[in-house]
């Protein structure tokens, strides 16, 4: 159906007499309806960022391209008694709602993002035959007594020119002003900013920034990013709270011992180490949380006759996993957390933070520096890896490979985009690589610990069938590690290659 | 997406009231519709309220493509759709005939709008042409009113003659009976037969009632002037069968 709309908002409070200005003959009320409408999205906002919004208006939930912005949309509405507050994509029912919600928020849940009374009183602007021409709408929308009123007309399929008509004539009456962002003065009036949080690092660093300037802003900003996910952490809404939580620690231990001779010396070994304290308590957590959502991959890999082995696996990975968030909220309820956060915050506002030598020193000759003697050392262990090299130099590779990556997103606003972006694509592939083998390995290890367990004190009838199941996986996930590290050769050739080198000169060998 | 042709050799059988009542069951649930009339009489948009713009014409409709989409007007209801006739499609077959190498032109016109709408329905002339050769091979149904009387029962038997000689699929073709008037005997008699010969015809009847009659008053399908009329209903019923046909 091709159908055009147009939204705008009105001044002040109008109402019917609005209407009545814009075609005063020829009106017809035709619905009038008075909804509780509740907007949805992930805490990373994934639907905004693609256009989209979950409404819920009473049991009618549905998908808005947010800039068509009106009422009503009634493509793809499913019928639903639940509350979608915190449901993830599988526990909607199947169609093309559900499918687009799983490619687009993929692991993470919805939250409830504002929640608004809307009154929607639509009329058909009629011409000579009494035919509808333009359909109009006028919306009111009531959050905690704060109150905005639109009025959209949208345009019926081969009166196109009427639609023109009316809309000119509207802008005229000069009471109102076209609105493109409807949804998110809803948004701003229910107290949020749609797409305030990404899990990426989105630093725009003052181009004449000192060390200690830029340094303090990258870590108030890690700082933030953990605060932000405590939240859901406690809640346990989704994993990605957690691994949010945990990659701004690592980055922040990673600007710590990266960026030397900014910050006094003794602070950076006290933080560091009470930063590594407190990644160590997330780690397990978040490993029963990997295992958990690999388990349909991993069921993958056995056949049939295997299956019931890992049931009895995955039963214990979620009891332990109930047991370990516990422990991960106990920590985060700690008054040490909490005044351990404190006083780093205060230590990056204060002037101690900024008192160390370098920290005058313009931060992009810092970031050039680092960053490239960082990608020096990436090259030099890189080369030296041969197919007979022990496992251990491709994880330090990875390590560093790592280390260059945050420090290449830290500073990133201070260099061109295009150039950054090949850069940061490069690094991504040999990272894949680096990091798949990792992974495999990891798993590898703990299933055959586990493994140990089950043959030395499980007493169960069935410890036979789970051996057999676990064996089958480490052996599968063997091999899959060899072939990664096969690839890694050619992986490698690629990020050492003149191109990727040159534009590594060209920004930082000044 | 089905297509739905309502067509009757004989006029006045109502082809068009059932064609406008059954568009707009259609998109009470949320479904699109297209509604496109083939008769030259115009009726149906007459219905609803709308004038073809000037310049469309058979010409412009055997072109297709844009030609056709452009000419598509929303009608009151949301997702229903009408494309009008003109005066000039009087003269389809003889456009059909130098265009169209085979009988399928008709249904490859509608390909570019197929998937816009979840229903289309054609509102036939009353005749037995090329042109309803045509739509007998683009519709996924063929659904005939029949008035309960020994003559229209004859023209109906000639119909299905028609597709057997012709090869087409007899399931395509669905009948009703319409204007039927409970108190004429001769119309229960029909009816009866039409049972006894197990003839394929749906369960749903169309009485004859001033309410349908009325519609060309108001302008409007009956349900929304006359929404607890028994056409109205009947209308529904009727709808509620088609769908289930497969």
Redesign the interface.
Known sequence: ?I?HSKTYVLSEPHGWDVVEQLAPERLLPVSEAENTVRYFDTFDWRLYRKGLVLIQAGNAVYLQRISDGEYPL?KD?IEMKQDPEGHFWWMFPEGELRDTLRDVISIRALLLRAQVTQKVCGF?VLNT????VVRLFLTHTNIENRHVATLTLRS????ERDFEKLCSRFIKLDIAHPAEDVFERVMNLAGCVPGNYSSKLNLDLNHGASGGEATCEILQYLHDVMRQNEAGIRADWDTEFLHDFRVAIRRTRSALSQIKGVLPKDAVEHFKDEFRQLNRSTNRLRDLDVYLLEEDTYRAMLPQSLQPGLDAVFSRLKSERRRALNDMVQVLDKPEYLDMMDSWAAFLQGEQARAEKDSGVPAIALARKFIYKRFKQVLKRGQAIADDTPDEALHNLRIDCKKLRYLLEFFASFFPKDKMGKLIGYMKKLQDNLGDFNDLSVQQQELMSYLNEVLSRSRRADRLLCAAAIGGLIARLHSQQQVVRHEFASAFAIYAGKKNVRLYRDLFKK | MSIFALYSMKGGVGKTAAAVNLAYEAVQSGATALLCDLDPQGAAAFYFRIRAKKKFGRKRFLKGGKHLKNNIRGTDFDGLDLLPSAMSFRNLDLGLDTRAKNKNYLKRLLTPIRQEYDYIFFDCPPNLTLLAEHVFRAADYVIVPCIPTTLSMLTHQKLVDFFKKNKLKRRKLVSFFSLVEQRKTMHKDTIAQAGERKEKFLNAQIPYTTDVEWMGWARQPVACFRPRSKATQAYRKLWVELQMLK
């Open positions: 159906m159908t009634v509405q058909g035959d009494e035919k509808t019926v399929r081969g009166y």
